[in-house]
């Protein structure tokens, strides 16, 4: 089953249950799914979007919702905060498992062994090679502080 088919069978699932909060996240999902496509029309692709493409639009949305929650929470407005990880945890649900700082250290690791990488010149091509087998499984943003201080 697709990624897309499971989003579709949850949002039917929420509508039987009448769980109304996560009803609202999913059809916000599938709002912004229906939105790539459209930008992938625009781009020339008649195909819907991917499933990895769908993960990548997925793990923005849990960013953003993360940064929300934050600025909330410093607002003093924790059932606005509340309310973002109760979004995040939904969105999560169709995300890849996330690895553990010592699977993503080692995934670092054999990255950086299989490119050869040895200065602070090759993060890219080490990049490259993470997002290619770990998409949607780890922080990037983290990844490269990471590889800043390997590769120094």
Same mark, same amino acid.
């Given at each position: 089953m697709s990624l897309r088919e499971r =989003?579709?069978?949850a949002v039917k699932e929420a509508m039987k249950g009448r769980e109304m909060e996560r009803l609202a996240t999913l059809r916000l999902i599938n709002a912004a799914i229906k939105d790539r496509d459209i930008a992938a029309r625009g781009e020339g692709s008649d195909e819907p979007v991917d499933d990895a493409a769908i993960v990548a639009l997925l793990g923005r949305m849990v960013r953003q919702r993360q940064?929300?929650?934050r600025m909330f929470l410093e607002g003093a407005r924790a059932e606005l905060a509340e309310k973002e990880q109760d979004e995040i945890r939904v969105i999560e649900e169709f995300l890849p498992r996330q690895l553990s700082p010592a699977e993503a250290d080692r995934a =670092?690791?054999?990255a950086i062994a299989e490119t050869g990488a040895t200065s602070l010149?090759? =993060?890219g091509k080490v990049m490259a090679v993470l997002k290619a087998r770990h998409a949607g499984q780890m922080d990037f943003g983290a990844a490269g502080g990471v590889l800043r201080t390997r590769l120094a």
């Open positions: =989003i579709n069978a940064e929300s929650a =670092i690791a054999e010149r090759d =993060i």
